[in-house]
C-alpha cells in the first residue's frame, strides 16, 4: 500500500507539470496570435479580392464606364464643393464586398482591398479611402487619400510603408485597370497637418497613403504620396502578400515548438514519476 503522504507528493508533483504545461501553451498560444490572427485576415482579403476581380471580369464595358465616368464627376464636383446628391458608397462599387480596388506594393509583398471610409471596421478588414478626398481614377486635379493600420495585431496593413522612398511605386486596381504612382513625397506631420498636404493641386493627380506614426504611440501621421503615371499590367507582389504564407510559416513553427514542449515535459514528468 502505497503511503498518503507519497501519494500527496506525486499528486503535487503532477499538479505541477500539469500547470507547467497550460502555462507554456499559453504563453505560445499568447505569442501566436498575431502571426495566426495576420494569417486568417490577409486570406480573407485575398478571397474578397479574388471575387471581386471575377465581377470586374463579368461587368460589360459600358457599365465600367458608366460608373468611371460617374467618379470622374464626383472628383469635379469635389473641387468645385458641390459634391452632393452622391451615394459614396456606392462610387466604383459593384459587388456586395463594397470594395472600391485594390492596391498593389510589389517590394513590400502589400496587396489589399480598398473600401469607403476610414471607420474602425474598416480598417480591421483593408484599406480605407478617406471621404471628402478624390477617388483614384484619371483626371487632371486628383488628390485621393487611402489610409490603414500600422502596428494592428490583427492585420498587417501599412506597417511597412515607412520603408518606401522616393521613386519606388505602388498601384491601384479599379474596375479592371491598373496604374502606377511614383512616390515624390514622404512627410511626417502632426494630425491636424494633415489637410495641408492632401489637398487637391491643380493639373496633378496625386494618390497619398496615410497611416499613424511611431507604431504604438500614434501622435504623428505618415504620408506618402505619389504621382499617377502609365497603365500597366497588374503586378505581382516582389514578396508574398503581407500575412499570408510567410505568416503560415511562422504559425506551423511555433505549433510545432509548443507541441514538442509539451511532450518533452510529460516524458520528463513520466519518468520521473517512475523513479520515485
Known amino acids: 500500500m502505497i503511503p498518503m503522504k507519497h501519494q500527496a507528493t506525486k499528486c503535487k508533483t503532477w499538479i505541477a507539470w500539469i500547470l507547467c504545461v497550460f502555462l507554456l501553451v499559453g504563453g505560445i498560444a499568447l505569442i501566436a496570435y498575431p502571426f495566426v490572427a495576420q494569417a486568417m485576415s490577409a486570406r480573407r482579403g485575398i478571397a474578397v479580392q479574388d471575387v471581386y476581380d471575377t465581377a470586374v471580369e463579368g461587368l460589360p464595358q459600358e457599365q465600367k464606364d458608366v460608373l468611371l465616368e460617374e467618379a470622374q464627376r464626383y472628383n469635379a464636383d469635389l473641387i468645385t464643393q458641390s459634391a452632393v446628391g452622391y451615394k459614396y458608397d456606392e462610387i466604383l462599387t459593384i459587388d456586395a464586398s463594397g470594395m472600391l480596388g485594390k492596391i498593389t506594393i510589389p517590394s513590400l509583398g502589400i496587396q489589399l482591398p480598398i473600401y469607403h471610409g476610414i471607420g474602425d471596421e474598416i480598417l480591421a478588414k483593408g484599406v ?135 511532450a518533452i515535459i510529460l516524458i520528463l514528468a513520466t519518468r520521473k514519476g517512475r523513479k520515485k
Not at 483626371?139 to 494592428?152: K, N, P, T
Open 128 to 262: 480605407g479611402h478617406m471621404p471628402d478626398t478624390s477617388v483614384p481614377v484619371s483626371g487632371d486635379s486628383v488628390h485621393a487619400v487611402l489610409s490603414a493600420h500600422s502596428g494592428y495585431p490583427e492585420m498587417e496593413a501599412f506597417d511597412k510603408i515607412n520603408q518606401l522612398t522616393l521613386g519606388d511605386v505602388f498601384y491601384i486596381s479599379i474596375l479592371g485597370e491598373t496604374y502606377e504612382y511614383e512616390v515624390d513625397q514622404i512627410r511626417t506631420v502632426l494630425p491636424d497637418e494633415v489637410t495641408e498636404f492632401i489637398a487637391i493641386q491643380n493639373g496633378k493627380n496625386y494618390c497619398t497613403l496615410l497611416t499613424c506614426t511611431p507604431y504604438g504611440v500614434n501622435t504623428h501621421r505618415l504620408l506618402v504620396r505619389g504621382e499617377r503615371g502609365e497603365k500597366v499590367s497588374f503586378p505581382e507582389p516582389a514578396q508574398e502578400p503581407v500575412g499570408y504564407i510567410s505568416t503560415g510559416w511562422w504559425v506551423a513553427t511555433i505549433l510545432s515548438m509548443a507541441a514538442l514542449s509539451v
